[in-house]
């Protein structure tokens, strides 16, 4: 057998030169024409908080940038406006770190109208505007379908901040609350929350701006039990709003599911999954005969169950839905998308976009930085679906901003113009350039 070894694998020389201008972030100028191709600089520039300095566009595109590109904290700034190729790469002189943090405590929060006084809720106004431009085009991007779904939940993002406050799982943390779209693959809305917010708050506030972005679309709407409100299931039917969500397992209801009848395999898509299923009939909580008569007319509950061996085991879970024609295993089918898709869109935002460390004992900057988290996170899904092959569109955004973000050039100031040259065999060039061609179409 002949054995290949490397050559002197740990036989290095360090130099280092004043004359090469180089950086290892090479796609951030894609990121820079998408964001000017789309008009986002430009809605940048009518934020008008600055009259003076740096322009609100330099101070925006900078964050967003620096979330793209893997900052953590916005000290993580210093290091990628040390890089000389990105100096040159962003064409002006960049903003310091505490220039970015003076203008996010600047920033306005949406404050909704609450019964509750149990913490801070809001959302940047202003970065409204901006995802409004992303997910409108993504949304004519895939022919403007006129049904999608709308997976709700809150996410915790445990913290050891001064001013957080505790969760309902006994941890300091802050609970933004989520809308997705995974027909989109974005955020739609959201709203940043203290610790101490509960979990079943505001869910027709978020679902209201959605419709309102997007008043042309049906919406099926998917949750876990912390939806499962009366009043909220009442409006969205009334709304004519589908829904299939995790129902909160009341005594009434558990009694009911034990006592039920008609059990029978669940199969879908061919497949045994050693669960049962059956239809329940219950009666929720009303405040009159009229009201009860309508929440069992206009309701399914679908309990399901498994067993194991000789002996019954409830793991149980009951679903319900306003969806009255759909087979039960459609609507379970529904009902289980959802878990992919939270838990996906979760991973991307905190693990994938640094969410899950928050910059500042302010909370008005943290919602700031989590709105801007959120504009990263659908920019780089637009550019991903709109500019990419097709293998690359199903990337993780760790994996795509590895590929695609940390691109290493020679970055060469020419005639007024910033010239970058590429290897001609790394691998990712060729795609890379076939992006920039596609966004050229696009421009015009």
């Given at each position: 057998m002949n054995l290949l070894i490397h050559q002197n694998p740990?036989?290095?020389?360090?130099?280092?030169?004043?004359?090469?201008?180089?950086?290892?972030?090479?796609?951030?100028?894609?990121?820079?024409?998408?964001?000017?191709?789309?008009?986002?600089?430009?809605?940048?520039?009518?934020?008008?908080?600055?009259?003076?300095?740096?322009?609100?566009?330099?101070i925006v595109e900078a964050l967003v940038l620096l979330i793209a590109s893997g900052g953590r904290s916005l000290s993580d700034w210093e290091y990628l406006k040390g890089e000389m190729g990105f100096d040159r790469m962003f064409g002006k002189t960049c903003p310091s770190v505490d220039t970015l943090e003076r203008y996010l405590r600047r920033l306005s929060l949406l404050i909704p109208e609450r019964d509750s006084n149990a913490g801070?809720?809001?959302?940047?106004?202003?970065?409204?505007?901006?995802?409004?431009?992303?997910?409108?085009?993504?949304w004519k991007a895939i022919g403007s379908p006129k049904k999608m779904t709308l997976d709700l939940d809150a996410m915790i993002i445990e913290t050891d901040k001064r001013d957080a406050l505790y969760c309902y799982e006994k941890v300091k943390a802050y609970q933004?609350?989520?809308?997705?779209?995974?027909?989109?693959?974005?955020?739609?809305?959201?709203?940043?929350?203290?610790?101490?917010?509960?979990?079943?708050?505001?869910?027709?506030?978020?679902?209201?701006?959605?419709?309102?972005l997007l008043p042309q679309v049906r919406w099926i709407v998917r949750s876990d039990s912390a939806g499962y409100q009366n009043e909220f299931l009442d409006w969205m039917t009334d709304q004519r709003?589908?829904?299939?969500?995790?129902?909160?397992?009341?005594?009434?209801?558990?009694?009911?599911?034990?006592?039920?009848?008609?059990?029978?395999?669940?199969?879908?898509?061919?497949?045994?999954?050693?669960?049962?299923?059956?239809?329940v009939i219950h009666c929720p909580d009303a405040g009159s005969r009229k009201e009860l008569?309508?929440?069992?007319?206009?309701?399914?509950?679908?309990?399901?169950?498994?067993?194991?061996?000789?002996?019954?085991?409830?793991?149980?879970?009951?679903?319900?839905?306003?969806?009255?024609?759909?087979?039960?295993?459609?609507?379970?089918?529904?009902?289980?998308?959802?878990?992919?898709?939270?838990?996906?869109?979760?991973?991307?935002?905190?693990?994938?976009?640094?969410?899950?460390?928050?910059?500042?004992?302010d909370f008005k900057v943290n919602a700031a930085w989590y709105a801007l988290g959120c504009l990263a996170h659908n920019l780089l899904r637009l550019i991903q679906s709109s500019l990419f092959q097709e293998d690359w569109k199903k990337l993780e955004?760790?994996?795509?901003?590895?590929?695609?973000?940390?691109?290493?050039?020679?970055?060469?100031?020419?005639?007024?113009?910033?010239?970058?040259?590429?290897?001609?065999?790394h691998p990712i060039v060729p795609i890379y350039l076939q992006a920039w061609e596609r966004l050229a179409i696009l421009s015009g």
């Open positions: 740990v036989s290095f020389k360090l130099e280092v030169s004043k004359k090469v201008t180089a950086t290892s972030f090479a796609g951030i100028v894609l990121m820079r024409k998408a964001m000017k191709t789309w008009g986002l600089i430009d809605e940048m520039e009518r934020f008008g908080f600055k009259k003076a300095g740096f322009s609100d566009a330099v801070q809720v809001g959302y940047t106004a202003c970065f409204e505007t901006l995802q409004e431009i992303l997910i409108l085009s993504a933004p609350m989520n809308a997705y779209c995974p027909e989109l693959g974005m955020v739609l809305a959201h709203e940043f929350r203290d610790g101490n917010v509960s979990p079943m708050e505001g869910y027709q506030r978020i679902i209201e701006r959605c419709r309102k709003i589908a829904y299939v969500m995790t129902a909160r397992e009341t005594e009434a209801l558990q009694a009911e599911m034990i006592s039920a009848d008609g059990w029978r395999p669940l199969i879908l898509d061919g497949f045994d999954l050693g669960e049962e299923i059956t239809e008569h309508r929440r069992m007319n206009d309701r399914r509950y679908l309990a399901l169950r498994k067993t194991k061996g000789q002996q019954e085991i409830f793991i149980s879970q009951i679903v319900v839905t306003n969806d009255l024609t759909s087979t039960e295993e459609k609507v379970v089918t529904k009902h289980r998308g959802r878990c992919g898709s939270i838990e996906h869109f979760h991973s991307q935002l905190k693990g994938g976009l640094g969410m899950d460390s928050l910059p500042s004992n955004i760790k994996t795509f901003r590895f590929r695609f973000l940390r691109l290493a050039a020679l970055v060469i100031s020419k005639a007024r113009r910033v010239i970058l040259k590429f290897h001609k065999d």
